[in-house]
């Protein structure tokens, strides 16, 4: 399976005239008048910008072309068709049936109708709980994708005001975060949704067991604790072994990794919260992504496009970093969301065939909410010594009336991405500081710490306005990319053997924490065992 594709593609990229590559990105736009209208694309719901990127008009074709003639699209009609592209777990990868509708075409009739079933059961659920008035806060319990998913979705619609009860997350196995949570939640009106797939993991074990010990003490039966406990869950016979009752178990599949599950039963706080036709909403905003990824052509194609620049940045450029900005208050959970997204689906060092990759792959993911990130580190974005692509996420409408504040808030988002491009040579500094009134002298001096070398790519995607449906279209569309890129470079984006270890050997230490026999570890851990006895 080892992917010459990507063997080919660098080296064909590497051959490109290196002038092309190093011209600045305006200069692009001046040799290159339709540069706008190539790169610039409409997607459901999103405008995508790529033409702040610094990628040659001659590059982008070869690129393409490259694409067009490539595995990619066979290998994306086998995800859709249902079969084993998860390679190592020998697994199908079907997120995009989560949100399929009735009467599409999907890789198996039965498993359409089984998801259909689910979901109706599901949000039927989620309006009971509504309806009545014995819950007034939910508690969800889970970690990575089985939190941050529904997390995200909750911070991004939250200015459609729910109108569920209050929803509260945990996730690590902190107890102050547990402190926290139960300190604002009403143990007789609570409800927990322990979401695992597995239904082993260690974190939502030992969470899951605190809150029901708090609502024993508080005075609740056996009974009524079983009815305020639900599981969303692949592993079906371990929540009853727990005690879940069998009607409030919401089943996942083996097919639905963690970090793409968000539209699986995993999503059942936001139906809680908001409400089942919201729900709906963001399923039809994914569904509206995945058709466009399945039918686009590839150059005009978002999830392939995103794709196609990360790899030119990452591999030709040698830019190892990947910065997010959500230029939006609701979103500023997003860039941990796409870290998990697009490092536990691609932080891999073997291709497919479980070879040594001869590449990098996969950039460093982070980033923060704008205007606060211009705050802190885009000083480093600007005049620091790496360069790093910026992603920068607006949306057109707010859901607000300060229009003076929207204002505002869009023109830095433009202007922070325009800056990153256009920078400021040594003598322009030099000349604004004369025309402020500055001696030579100083100007001189001062030139060099004013000036921005500039030429820094960035993309800009804009949102006509954040909902269920275009959260749910901007979410599929980062999933699609994801799984894009890892085909380029020849890997399996939907396993994480790499979180396997840590866990292994957290299991020994903590046997040794509490004075019991285990392994030793190495001189440095044997040290710091010894610190905290």
Not at 64 to 80: I, P, Q, T, V, Y
Not at 212 to 238: D, F, H, P
Request: aromatic content about 6%; glycine content about 6%; some cysteine.
């Amino acid at each position: 399976m080892r992917n010459p594709l990507f063997s080919k593609l660098l080296t064909d990229l590497r051959k490109i005239d290196i002038a092309a590559t190093s011209l600045r990105i305006e200069q692009l736009f001046e040799h290159e008048p339709d540069r706008i209208q190539r790169m610039s694309v409409r997607l459901p719901g999103i405008l995508l910008d790529i033409s702040k990127q610094r990628l040659s008009k001659k590059a982008h074709q070869v690129l393409l072309e490259m694409l067009s003639k490539s595995g990619l699209l066979s290998e994306r009609a086998r995800m859709f068709e249902g079969e084993v592209i998860n390679y190592t777990e020998q697994r199908p990868v079907l997120h995009v049936a989560l949100r399929a509708q009735e009467g599409d075409a999907v890789a198996m009739p039965q498993l359409l109708a089984e998801v259909l079933a689910q979901r109706r059961r599901m949000l039927a659920f989620a309006e009971e709980i509504r309806s009545s008035n014995n819950i007034s806060d939910v508690i969800h319990v889970g970690i990575g994708g089985s939190d941050l998913g529904p997390r995200v979705a909750l911070q991004a619609l939250s200015s459609g005001t729910p109108d569920g009860p209050r929803v509260h997350f945990l996730s690590s196995m902190d107890g102050h975060a547990l402190a926290n949570v139960l300190a604002i939640a009403n143990p007789k009106r609570t409800l927990l949704s322990i979401a695992s797939k597995s239904f082993s993991t260690l974190e939502t074990r030992i969470n899951a067991a605190s809150l029901r010990l708090w609502m024993q003490e508080a005075g609740l039966s056996e009974q009524e604790i079983k009815t305020r406990c639900v599981a969303l869950t692949a592993n079906t016979q371990a929540a009853l072994s727990e005690g879940i009752l069998p009607e409030f178990i919401f089943p996942l599949w083996e097919w639905v990794g963690g970090r793409y599950s968000l539209c699986s039963s995993i999503g059942l706080p936001i139906a809680l919260a908001f409400g089942s036709k919201v729900f709906e909403q963001m399923l039809a905003g994914a569904r509206a992504m995945d058709q466009h990824f399945l039918n686009a052509p590839v150059d005009l194609n978002g999830p392939i496009l995103l794709a196609m620049v990360d790899v030119w940045n990452l591999n030709v450029l040698d830019l190892r970093t990947h910065c997010i900005v959500p230029y939006h208050a609701n979103l500023a959970r997003l860039p941990a969301y796409l870290q998990q997204l697009e490092m536990e689906s691609n932080g891999k060092a073997r291709d497919v065939d479980g070879l040594p990759l001869p590449y990098q792959v996969a950039p460093l993911v982070w980033g923060e909410a704008g205007t606060d990130a211009q705050h802190s580190f885009f000083q480093w974005l600007h005049q620091g010594t790496q360069v790093c692509p910026v992603d920068f996420i607006a949306v057109k409408t707010a859901s607000h009336s300060y229009a003076e504040h929207h204002s505002q808030l869009i023109a830095n988002c433009l202007a922070q991405s325009a800056a990153l491009m256009k920078g400021k040579s040594l003598q322009q500094a030099h000349a604004e500081m004369m025309a402020a009134g500055m001696s030579a002298a100083q100007a001189d001096a001062l030139a060099g710490h004013r000036a921005f070398e500039g030429n820094r790519p960035s993309s800009v995607l804009l949102l006509d306005k954040l909902d269920a449906w275009h959260f749910g279209a901007l979410i599929a569309l980062y999933e699609h990319k994801t799984f894009v890129a890892s085909l380029l470079w020849g890997i399996n984006a939907f396993d994480q053997w790499g979180v396997e270890l840590g866990k292994n050997l957290a299991a020994d230490m903590y046997l040794r924490i509490r004075g019991q026999a285990a392994p030793k570890f190495d001189p440095s851990t044997e040290s710091l065992l010894q610190a905290l006895k």
